[in-house]
Each structure stands twice: as C-alpha cells, then as structure tokens.
C-alpha cells in the first residue's frame, strides 16, 4: 500500500514521491469548480463505502455529491455532503500552479503545488492521499490564511449535517495518527489570520472508523497486523529474503536463519558466522556483556574496552577507580579540595601543606593551608598582621586590656601594661597612664589652675574660661566657677531647670513646675509629661478622640465619632442619631427595620406591609418569595406558571400533562374535561364506560347497538352472540375472532385497560401504553422515570431548563431556575431584583455588609461601613491603624505637623506636642537623670544642640489646620 509517511524528514521530497504506477492528471482549469473521479477501490468513509470522489478547486475532497463553494464557513463545512478540506481555503488556479491527482490499485492522491489565494495572492503547496483502508493524510508544505471577505481555512473532515455538534481539535498538538474514537463524524480545525501554524506538517488520520486504522510506514506491503516486525525497515517483513545482517528480515522470530555454513549456529548464543565474531565460544556474540579477559566478547573489534573506558591507559581491571573519567587513574596529578581523588589513593587531597590539619575550604580548621607554620594552636606572633593560631586574628592586644596596640595601628601606648591604656587612670607616677600624650595631667588649658589626680581644684582643663575663679554665669548649663552647681532656677518658682538636672520642665513660665495645676491650654504644666490630663483638651478614656474632638462621651471607650453603631438605644458615633446604621434603625423611613421584618431597609417600596408588584423580579412584600401571583410565577408548585400553561394555578394538581380524573375539572389543561377517564365518551357515541359502554373506542359497540352473530357483545350485555361457534374461553366477553389476543386470560381483550406489568391487555399490539411505565411522548423517559411531562418530548429530567418560559423543563421542581429572574439562592432577590451574587444568600440589596472583601449588599461598593473599609479615602482603614477614619487628615504614616489641633494624626498615640514631630525630645536628646556632672553632660555638649533644644522648649503654640 502506498502513502506519505509522517515523518517532516521526508516533507522536501514527499510532494513529489508519486507512485511508479500512476500518472498525474490535471484538475478542471476553472475556479470554483470540481472534478470527479472514479476509483478502481472501494474508500469507506462516514458509514458508506465511495467509488467516486469529487475533487474541488478550493481545497475539498467530497463524498455522494460535488460543493464548489469557495467561502470557509464552518457552517458550509458542516452541511451535506461529507467532505474532506486540505485545507479549505479558496485557491484560484487560474492565476498560477498546479492542481493535479494521482490514481492506483489502493489508493488517491490530489496534490495542489505553488496555487495562490484569490484574495490575497500566495502559494499554497499541500496534498491529501486516500487509502482502501479508509486512512487519509493531509501533507501540508506551505499555505496562507487569506485576507479577503473570508480570512478563514479549515482543515480536517467532517460526515455532513451529523457534525454540526462536535468540537474542534488542535490539529498541530494531535498525537498522530488522528483517532476520534467518542464522536468520529468530525475531526477538524478553524484557522485565522496569525493563527496557521500547520506548515511542514503531515497529519494522519484513521477516517471515520472508531476502531482505528493499521498503516504500512515502511511501504513494503505489510502492516504490523500483516506480521510485520520492522515496520520501519522496507527490507524487512514476512517472507523476505533472510541475509546475514544480523536481523530477523523474514520476521519469523530466528536472526539470520538460512542455508550454508554462515547460517549456522555452532555455540548455540543465538548468532550464527554472519555476525559471530567467535561461533566456539557461547559468551562472545554481537551486545555481549564486555569481560577483563583479553577477548572482544561484544564482536565490536575491541578488545576489553568497557575495562577503559576512558581510554586513559589504565582499564578498570588494573585499578582505575573511575574508568569514565580519562584524569582519573593511579598515578594521575591530584586536584585538591576538589572532592575527587585523582590518583586513586582512596581520598582527595585536603592537607597540601602537611601540617597535620585539613583545609577549612573543605570543612578543616585550618585557616592556611599552604603555611605549615600556620594551624589551630601553632604560637601566634603579636602585631605581624598573621593569624598563626587560626583563632580568626591576629594577636594585637598582648597585656589584654581590651586596646589593641599602636604598633598595630591602635591606640594602646604600653601593650606590655594591663593599666596603661586610652581608659586608664592617670596618676602622679611619671606615667601616661591615659595614653594621651601627657603624663601626670598638667594645666592644659593655662587658665592657672592644675586639673587631675596631682591635687589639680580645675573641673574642666580643657577651656581656660572653666576653674574656681571664673564668674559663674546663670541658666547657661555651665558650672563656670567648680563649685559643682549653675544657676538653674530660671523662672524663681523654685524648681532649677530640666536641662540643668532639676524637674521644671519649662523654666521660664513661672505657672509650670511639678504640682502646678493643669489647665486646658496644650500645656503640660504639673510637668508629669501628660498635657491638659483631667480637662476638656485630654482623652480620658483613650479611645483617640476628646470632648473638644467630638467625644459625647469621654468616660466610655466605645463611644467616639469613630464607634461603630449597635442596636441597643445609645448614640455611639456621636453624630446625635441613635442606632443609624444598625438592624433595628429605620433607614428608609418606611416604619420596618431589617430587626421588624424588612428585607432591603435601603429600599420604601420594600418591608413586611408593601404589596408585591408582579414582575420586578424582588420580592416587595419581604415574605420570601418572588412576584408570588404574576403569570410568571409557579404560585402553587406544580412546575408550571400561567405563562407555562397552567391553567390553574391555585391548584397543584392541575397543569399540563396531569393526570385527568372524573371531576368535571380539566387537570391537564388541555381544553377536554375529563378526557381519558371512565365518565368521558371517547368514542361520541353517547355512552361512557360508567354509563355501560364496554368499549368507548367503538361507536358500534354500546348498550343500545344491535348485536349481530359477529362474535362481539355490541349491545354490551355481557353475552355474546346465541349460539356463535367462536367461544369466549376465559369468559371476559371477547373471542379470539373479536379480537381477544389471549382468550385464556379474561383481564386481556380489547376493552380492557392496559396496566404497566409488560403485557398488552387491550390487545392493541403496544405494550403498558397509558400507563406510568410508557414513554408516551417518545423521549427516552417515562412518568415512573421521572418525566413530569410525557406529552411534552421537551420536557423531561433529560432537558436543559429553558430560562423565562414558566416551565419546570428538566423535572427537578423548579421552575426557570438559573435565570436572571429566578432567585436561585432563596435570599428574596433575583439577578432582575438587583441580585450581585444570586448564588449567595447572604448577597443581596440590602444585605448587611461585613468585613469579607465581597460587596454584600450589591451596591457597588466592597466592605463599606466596615472597619476593613476606608471611609475618609486617606488609604487606610481601621482595621490598618487609621484612629479616625472619617478625617482624611488622620491616618498612620501621615505627618504630626499640626501642634495645636487635639487630633492625633500619626496615629501613633501621642496627640499634638506630646508627639516628637512637634517637639518632644526622644529619649536620646533628654539629659540624664542619674549621677552626672556638668563636666560630663554639660561642658561636653555642643552648643548648637543645646540652643535647639532651650528653643524648642520655649516655642509657643503653632498654627492650627483647617478641616
């Protein structure tokens, strides 16, 4: 059998691989038009087996019918006849290229080469190629999507008007051959512009046959089910010739069996002289395991080279440890702290300098490993910029006294003496104890007066202005004159200034100093560091707003304007309205609240005492249901609504499909009362079968009709005909030549009723028909299956529920749902009702919103009113540690720039000039209260940063912002 192989190797030459038993013969030279040709094999394809395909100009291959429509609709290509596109592309070979076909025994090939686009010129160069097998491939050199009214190509087939539901496939991801082995009346894809990707492609397809197909890959005549056992090799398959390759060519599972000397097999390993290179020995064949033993057992002409591998000269048999790597061998240069033993010493290299410890770049504790001098423990020599002892440094401080030494760039003067140091004290010994370039501490700064431990009364040697005879100069933080004090009582309220060590912290306000009274003016005047505590200014409870904030109450933390409203008669968020926001306040003002009933509290026309308006899809009157009384609505849940015909919807025993009963009542809303029961005249003969008529399906046959000697009660007596030879065997009124189809079974014979027990009772040759277990409308399902409807073949539990036409479609008890106008979740409201989330009962309008990042209320906006939502749009909510979330002033991060407006605007806990970015010192910058003297706190400061701090001090109060 002949055929293009699926192999891209083969796409140069496989256009022009034309079988030696055909001859090409052109196309018609037309556009838009097919030519037919008859084959000399039988191609099954879609269920029918074709002798005469029609091959169209525009890229098809069709079946029982020519389509020369050049447009590639989808729509087309699903229709009648059964098609094959290649691709499907409007070609136009008038304008240049070839279209040409190829006919033999087995199979058909059209080849289209160099054939532009009408549209959009091009060339397109592909095939397709028909098997007897049914198989087909579509080779696909080069094509074009086209840029004209229809941008469009398909490839693939498809079985005509049967293939309009089934899906495509992308063809250039398809394992190949292309099986559908579910839905096999098409396979196919649509391809737009930018979308072609099937260039240099060939696909295979098995047809239409859902069990696949066989192809013969090798073109020798045989098929892997033929026996083939190299379906790649054309030399090899059942019957051929058998040579001495080492092969099985004949396929009968022996490798070169045959005649003569070279066939035979003398150490029986399974190789004969063709391919044995030793036939004595049974160890040594073609793929023999390789042995240290001076032989070529593989027949591979080399002798023992799976011993070396590496060809490094030393084989595995003579002690080369890893005989895959040629630098590894006995003797080769070792490579150290690399993980690899070179020289097959049986470890690597760690130690390179012998000192007796391994490398710390391999995990030793030697910090040098090309010094042998150099090692945990050898003697360290202080100030040589080496680490002898790998102690991590060197030895810099030799007398231990925490200095390193000047001749190792310290600043240590004696590294022989523990007390000589930058820290030690100086005394009269002739010594610069304090390393400071002088010894025994002398008048450095000539102001007369000796300073340090040699009897000096100087408290500050370093400026001649400091010494017991200079004039002390007040509030300036200096102890001018050594008598050990300033003069710090600025403001004479008898309490010395902060920065000079006493506790007024603020010296030139007489009215502040610790116990002074606090006043509300944004002044901390007891000095305790809490301003306007006890006042109007000050937040007693702590809840980040005060009374001149806004509190109503200031004793209460959960009452502040940023308190969330509760139902329970308290104005929490002081905005003078209690309960807003809450169930139990009225929002829409129309006397409900949601804890009275209402259901959208944002909506008037919606509470417990509305009316429900029909067809607004919400539900007006809050009782849980929706537009409860309109046509739309199955008020008494029988599956249908007025707008579905029922006929009645008050009553769930009446809708269409019901069963009728003898009531004068038309259950099943067909117009007839009382049809097909016991009180209604089937046959208009004016009798029912409570009035007598012993079959209402005959006119003739009722209490007074004649009764003539037929073998039928006509008259309905109960008797047949006197003296008729045909017998009534099981009594029931009929014979046999009436019609009674088993006259042994007196429940059997036309008149009677048909039970569902699987036998025609009323002999009409359908069986169980009336009854539950029959599938009276045809549509797979009867009433004991489960069909609410087995009039309607539209309505069963096997149908998609059909949205807005007021029918119970597919039988679960629902009508509409999964409409916008069905409230799917129960919660009151439809998607026509303003329903966000109909799958939701907790959405809906009016629902309460909760912190959960959904918009519960369905108003466009997620989590308002919550503490997750940011109310005042600073870019922080409560819940992300904004204190005041209705100011969009307020919020962390911001700036505490604002000193006098009683708002905490960082967020931070200090309001106003209790915050640092208004002027509180830090920690850092107050002096310290413990045992200090001027020398160390005072006279050591920058001047600078004491006139800062003596300002901030004094500073009044700032500007205030307006909100």
Do not use: K
């Not at 030793?278 to 042995?291: H, K, Q, R, S, W």
């Amino acid at each position: 059998m002949s055929r293009i192989g699926a192999r891209l190797a083969c796409l140069t030459f496989a256009l022009a691989a034309v079988p030696s038993s055909a001859s090409a013969t052109a196309m018609s030279f037309c556009d838009d038009c097919s030519t037919t040709v008859n084959l000399p094999f039988t191609f099954p394809f879609c269920g029918t087996n074709w002798n005469q395909v029609h091959l169209s100009s525009n890229g098809q291959v069709t079946f029982g019918g020519q389509n020369n429509d050049w447009s590639p609709s989808l729509g087309e290509f699903h229709q009648n006849p059964a098609r094959i596109g290649i691709p499907w592309n409007d070609t136009q070979v008038l304008s240049g290229g070839s279209e040409e076909y190829f006919v033999n025994s087995d199979s058909l090939e059209m080849v289209f080469t160099n054939v532009p686009n009408y549209w959009s010129g091009g060339f397109n160069t592909y095939s397709v190629e028909l098997f007897d097998t049914g198989a087909f491939t579509i080779t696909i050199t080069n094509a074009q999507v086209g840029n004209g009214p229809q941008p469009n190509a398909i490839v693939g087939y498809s079985c005509g008007s049967s293939s309009s539901g089934a899906p495509q496939v992308d063809l250039s991801s398809e394992p190949q051959p292309i099986v559908n082995n579910t839905t096999y009346n098409s396979v196919y894809q649509v391809f737009t512009i930018g979308s072609w990707d099937l260039n240099n492609t060939v696909l295979e397809f098995c047809g239409t046959d859902p069990n696949g197909c066989i192809f013969d890959e090798d073109e020798d005549g045989f098929t892997e089910d033929d026996g083939d056992c190299d379906d790649n090799d054309p030399l090899v398959y059942p019957g051929a010739e058998e040579l001495c390759d080492g092969i099985d060519n004949d396929c009968n599972g022996i490798i070169d069996d045959g005649v003569g000397p070279l066939f035979v097999d003398a150490d029986g390993d399974g190789f004969t002289l063709c391919s044995d290179c030793d036939d004595t020995l049974v160890f040594i064949y073609p793929g023999a395991p390789e042995y240290c033993d001076g032989l070529d057992n593989d027949c591979d002409g080399l002798i023992d080279e799976d011993s070396d591998t590496d060809f490094d000269g030393i084989s595995a048999c003579s002690g080369d440890c890893n005989d895959a790597d040629p630098t590894i061998y006995p003797g080769a240069p070792e490579i150290p702290y690399d993980a690899i033993d070179q020289d097959c010493s049986g470890s690597d290299l760690v130690d390179l300098d012998f000192d007796g410890y391994d490398c710390v770049c391999v995990g030793g504790p030697d910090c040098n490993d090309l010094n042998p001098l150099v090692y945990p423990g050898a003697p360290e020599i202080p100030y040589d910029g080496q680490d002898q002892d790998c102690d991590g440094a060197d030895l810099v401080d030799v007398d231990g006294d925490g200095y390193v030494a000047t001749a190792a760039g310290g600043d240590d003067c004696n590294d022989t003496n523990a007390l000589i140091n930058p820290a030690g004290i100086e005394i009269c010994n002739s010594l610069d104890d304090d390393c400071d370039g002088f010894i025994d501490d002398q008048d450095f700064d000539g102001d007369g007066y000796l300073a340090g431990p040699c009897g000096g009364p100087d408290c500050n040697d370093a400026d001649p202005n400091i010494n017991p005879g200079a004039t002390e100069i007040p509030l300036n933080g200096i102890d001018e004159d050594c008598d050990g004090s300033d003069d710090a009582d600025g403001d004479g309220d008898g309490y010395d200034a902060s920065f000079a060590g006493g506790p007024d912290c603020n010296d030139n306000d007489p009215n502040v100093y610790p116990g002074a009274p606090e006043i509300p003016d944004f002044i901390d005047n007891d000095c305790d560091g809490i301003i306007d505590e006890g006042t109007i200014n000050y937040d007693d409870d702590g809840d980040g707003y005060t009374e001149v904030g806004g509190d109503c109450d200031d004793d209460d933390v959960t009452i502040n304007p940023s308190a969330i409203e509760v139902c329970d008669g308290v104005d929490q968020d002081c905005d003078g309205v209690v309960d807003d926001g809450t169930d139990c306040f009225d929002d829409d003002g129309d006397g409900f609240s949601e804890a009275t009933g209402d259901c959208n509290d944002a909506d008037a026309t919606m509470n417990p005492g509305a009316t429900e308006v029909i067809g607004n899809g919400v539900d007006d009157d809050c009782d849980g249901l929706v537009d409860e009384g309109g046509d739309a609505t199955d008020d008494d849940g029988d599956g249908f609504a007025e707008i579905g015909g029922d006929c009645d919807d008050a009553d769930p025993a009446v809708f269409p499909g019901a069963e009728e009963i003898c009531d004068n009542v038309d259950q099943d809303c067909d117009g007839v009362i009382d049809n097909d029961t016991d009180c209604f005249d089937d046959d208009g003969d004016g009798f029912t079968e409570e009035e007598g008529d012993c079959n209402d399906a005959d006119a003739t046959m009722n209490p007074d009709a004649d009764d003539p000697p037929d073998g039928i009660d006509n008259n309905c007596d109960g008797e047949l005909d006197p003296g008729y030879v045909d017998d009534d065997s099981d009594g029931d009124g009929w014979t046999e030549l009436a019609g009674d189809c088993d006259d042994a079974n007196d429940a059997v014979h036309p008149a009677a009723v048909e039970v569902c027990d699987g036998i025609d009772q009323d002999c009409d040759e359908i069986i169980d028909e009336e009854t539950d277990c029959f599938d009276d409308d045809g549509d797979g399902v009867s009433e004991d299956d489960g069909d609410c409807h087995d009039g309607d073949p539209a309505i069963s539990p096997d149908e998609d529920e059909e949205p807005d036409n007021g029918i119970d479609d597919d039988c679960d008890g629902l009508v509409d749902e999964g409409s916008d106008r069905f409230d799917d979740d129960g919660d009151g409201f439809s998607e026509e009702g303003g329903d966000c989330d109909d799958g939701d009962d907790t959405v809906h309008p009016g629902a309460e919103e909760i912190a959960d990042g959904i918009d519960n209320d369905c108003d466009g906006l997620i989590d308002e009113g919550t503490d997750a939502f940011d109310d005042d749009g600073d870019g922080f909510s409560e819940d992300e540690g904004d204190c005041d979330d209705a100011n969009g002033w307020v919020f962390p991060q911001a700036a505490e720039t604002e000193c006098d407006d009683t708002y905490d605007d960082d967020c931070d806990g200090d309001v106003d000039r209790a915050d640092t970015d208004c002027g509180a010192p830090t920690d850092s910058e107050l002096p310290s209260t413990g045992d200090c003297t001027c020398e160390s706190n005072i006279a050591g400061a920058d001047e600078a940063t004491l006139a800062g701090l003596l300002l901030l001090l004094l500073l009044g109060r700032g500007r205030r912002r307006h909100r």
